[in-house]
């Protein structure tokens, strides 16, 4: 299949997302033809990318000097501890802001490298090749960046769009069901967010997309990326519209925080949760049809994840979930901002909760425990 090539054009930045298979073999074209030189190159990689996939990146890019940092990517390794040690790589093999930094991991290698890019000497070039289907339809696009920390998931970081995204899809082949499925609530949300018809598609072919089928696999990321990228084009810094893509992610984050990033629910399994509690509030309060609903959650039924709350926390834990919902970004009052789901393709922004009215939700969801 041939490559497909989107052009995000932001106020900051003009860039491609190039998709396709076994395209970190052309990396060396592929930079040549988007402008992109450099003669230091650090690459910032995951510890667990497969040896011979590391060893072709490094073989194909011609910079003068290549430095490789390892990364043990995890939730509680995307802090400032890790980010120093890339600056002081950079530093100590005197990178200056025409050189590049290139992220060769899933999203957390993704948001840790693009940060110390954005901060080093107020900012250097920045290469991402997202390796999982998660960064490939999310992460990587957009220019967030970012580390963790004690109050929260990403609440420290900034915004430095890439100057390249090359998304392989072999790079997938590794990954195993749980990653796939980390990825697809993604996909779901993009979906649920914008286009019915998509939503459709994937409910017909999701069994393939898992599979990683051509030409099914490449359609569907590239539909991701594409409404990603219409969102960002409107509203780079979410000052408002982009907002949209955090559809689930309050819930999300919170539930994520609250098990401390546990291996017991990766960042895709919480956002398919986060989903599952945005469409069952929206339907409590009205905002979503019944019909709806139960196309929504029949199809994540569909994945064979646990979606029901009590088979991860106790209610105890309420009021651990919702202090860090309190804590996410989107809130500027005492009020619990969420993003909840009109119907299939469309979602309703800008409104806000007592958090007694979440907590007492989330008390029921948790009754039968």
Same mark, same amino acid.
């Given at each position: 299949?041939?490559?497909?090539?989107?052009?995000?054009?932001?106020?900051?930045?003009?860039?491609?997302?190039?998709?396709?298979?076994?395209?970190?073999?052309?990396?060396?074209?592929?930079?040549?033809?988007?402008?992109?030189?450099?003669?230091?190159?650090?690459?910032?990689?995951?510890?667990?990318?497969?040896?011979?996939?590391?060893?072709?990146?490094?073989?194909?890019?011609?910079?003068?000097?290549?430095?490789?940092?390892?990364?043990?990517?995890?939730?509680?390794?995307?802090?400032?501890?890790?980010?120093?040690?890339?600056?002081?790589?950079?530093?100590?093999?005197?990178?200056?802001?025409?050189?590049?930094?290139?992220?060769?991991?899933?999203?957390?290698?993704?948001?840790?490298?693009?940060?110390?890019?954005?901060?080093?000497?107020?900012?250097?070039?920045?290469?991402?090749?997202?390796?999982?289907?998660?960064?490939?339809?999310?992460?990587?696009?957009?220019?967030?960046?970012?580390?963790?920390?004690?109050?929260?998931?990403?609440?420290?970081?900034?915004?430095?769009?890439?100057?390249?995204?090359?998304?392989?899809?072999?790079?997938?082949?590794?990954?195993?069901?749980?990653?796939?499925?980390?990825?697809?609530?993604?996909?779901?949300?993009?979906?649920?967010?914008?286009?019915?018809?998509?939503?459709?598609?994937?409910?017909?072919?999701?069994?393939?997309?898992?599979?990683?089928?051509?030409?099914?696999?490449?359609?569907?990321?590239?539909?991701?990326?594409?409404?990603?990228?219409?969102?960002?084009?409107?509203?780079?810094?979410?000052?408002?519209?982009?907002?949209?893509?955090?559809?689930?992610?309050?819930?999300?984050?919170?539930?994520?925080?609250?098990?401390?990033?546990?291996?017991?629910?990766?960042?895709?399994?919480?956002?398919?949760?986060?989903?599952?509690?945005?469409?069952?509030? @929206?339907?409590? =309060?009205? *905002? &979503?049809? /019944? #019909?709806?609903? +139960?196309? $929504?959650?029949?199809?994540?039924?569909?994945?064979?994840?646990?979606?029901?709350?009590?088979?991860?926390?106790?209610?105890?834990?309420?009021?651990?979930?919702?202090?860090?919902?309190?804590?996410?970004?989107?809130?500027?009052? @005492?009020?619990? =901002?969420? *993003? &909840?789901? /009109? #119907?299939?393709? +469309?979602? $309703?922004?800008?409104?806000?909760?007592?958090?007694?009215?979440?907590?007492?939700?989330?008390?029921?969801?948790?009754?039968?425990?």
């Amino acid at each position: 299949m041939r490559k497909i090539k989107l052009k995000i054009k932001t106020k900051s930045k003009i860039y491609s997302i190039i998709i396709g298979k076994n395209i970190i073999t052309q990396i060396s074209n592929i930079l040549k033809s988007n402008n992109i030189n450099f003669e230091k190159s650090l690459i910032v990689v995951d510890k667990n990318i497969p040896k011979e996939k590391l060893n072709i990146l490094k073989k194909k890019i011609t910079s003068k000097k290549k430095i490789i940092h390892f990364f043990n990517a995890s939730e509680k390794n995307k802090n400032f501890k890790n980010v120093n040690l890339i600056l002081n790589k950079l530093f100590k093999f005197n990178f200056n802001r025409n050189d590049c930094i290139i992220s060769f991991g899933g999203g957390i290698v993704g948001d840790v490298s693009g940060f110390a890019a954005s901060i080093f000497k107020r900012g250097l070039k920045f290469v991402n090749i997202p390796t999982t289907l998660l960064a490939q339809v999310d992460s990587s696009i957009g220019g967030k960046t970012g580390v963790n920390n004690k109050y929260g998931k990403n609440l420290i970081g900034s915004f430095m769009q890439p100057d390249l995204v090359i998304s392989d899809v072999n790079m997938l082949s590794s990954l195993k069901k749980r990653e796939i499925i980390c990825g697809y609530g993604e996909i779901l949300k993009h979906s649920l967010i914008s286009n019915e018809k998509i939503f459709n598609y994937l409910k017909k072919n999701y069994l393939k997309i898992f599979k990683l089928k051509s030409p099914f696999i490449e359609k569907t990321i590239a539909d991701s990326c594409k409404i990603k990228k219409n969102i960002v084009q409107l509203d780079e810094k979410e000052k408002n519209l982009r907002k949209v893509l955090n559809l689930g992610h309050t819930f999300a984050h919170a539930y994520e925080a609250a098990l401390s990033y546990s291996k017991k629910l990766n960042h895709g399994e919480a956002v398919i949760l986060g989903i599952v509690s945005a469409a069952k509030f @929206s339907v409590k =309060n009205n *905002i &979503l049809n /019944k #019909k709806d609903y +139960k196309q $929504i959650i029949n199809h994540i039924k569909n994945l064979k994840i646990p979606i029901n709350l009590n088979f991860y926390f106790k209610k105890k834990d309420i009021n651990l979930i919702i202090k860090y919902m309190k804590s996410d970004k989107k809130n500027n009052s @005492s009020k619990i =901002n969420l *993003i &909840l789901i /009109k #119907k299939i393709g +469309k979602v $309703i922004l800008g409104l806000t909760f007592d958090q007694s009215k979440i907590k007492k939700f989330l008390n029921n969801e948790l009754l039968y425990q």
